[in-house]
């Protein structure tokens, strides 16, 4: 079982920045592909950001392309999300994700339980 905390959400003013991060509490973290995603009240989750086992290959959302940036590091079950000129639309609560095999943009096994982002204009 693999258990997914998420910390360092808050409220930011628009243009500024927030790191997001995502400790796994499970054995095997070099096994799963990670990824960030994002649910406003009465939409869909949607995919942001997602890293593969080694940190080689990222994939992100066109709407945070240069803007957002997701790492890991594996030595402390750790995956990131540094999120820079922030927009109002990116308000959201922000979840991390767990997938076992390859990177892929849907069809995550285990998740977390969400940090809230909000960016004010």
């Known amino acids: 079982q693999v258990q997914l905390v998420e910390s360092g959400g808050g409220l930011v003013q628009a243009g500024g920045s927030l790191k997001l991060s995502c400790v796994s509490s499970?054995?095997?973290?070099?096994?799963?592909?990670m990824g960030w995603f994002r649910q406003t009240p009465g939409k869909e989750r949607e995919f942001v950001a997602g890293v593969n086992w080694s940190g080689e290959n990222t994939l992100y959302a066109d709407s945070v392309k240069g803007r957002f940036t997701i790492s890991r590091d594996n030595a402390k079950n750790t995956v990131y999300l540094i999120m820079n000129s922030l927009k109002p639309e990116d308000t959201a609560v922000y979840y991390c994700a767990a997938r076992r095999a390859q990177l892929k943009v849907n069809d995550y096994d285990y998740w977390g339980q969400g940090t809230q982002v909000t960016v004010s204009s």
């Open positions: 499970g054995r095997m973290f070099v096994m799963y592909a």
